[in-house]
């Protein structure tokens, strides 16, 4: 019998976008040339860069927050509670956010259980 892939719920997805455009506009600046940095520094979308590496830093700090959904019984679920690492098998002690790493191996979380329908998927 094939096994089927579990579901996700895009969580970590949202972080990701947020690091890899950041990093891809660095990576430009540090690459130009010094008349391009000129040219571009002088434009729209340069001066439009401030508010949206502000705007990356609260979305960060607000998309952490936002509850899920489970993708089996489609229930809202808490992102901040005191889970335990399937990693090391141990609860975390304290309520902590499902994208922080931790606290005894380092490791994230790459999936995480329903607490209603005891079904497994990806974050």
Not at 28 to 42: E, P, T, Y
């Amino acid at each position: 019998m094939e096994k089927k892939p579990l579901p996700s719920v895009f969580f970590h997805f949202r972080f990701k976008f947020l690091a890899v455009t950041s990093i891809a506009f660095l990576l430009f600046v540090i690459l130009s040339s010094s008349s391009d940095f000129s040219r571009f520094a002088d434009s729209a979308q340069f001066k439009l860069m401030g508010p949206f590496f502000i705007l990356s830093g609260l979305m960060f700090l607000v998309f952490r927050r936002f509850p899920i959904k489970c993708p089996y019984c489609a229930r809202v679920l808490p992102t901040k509670k005191n889970w335990t690492c399937p990693h090391c098998g141990k609860k975390q002690g304290k309520e902590r956010f499902l994208m922080e790493k931790c606290v005894h191996c380092k490791q994230m979380l790459s999936t995480h259980e329903c607490d209603v329908c005891k079904k497994e998927f990806r974050l």
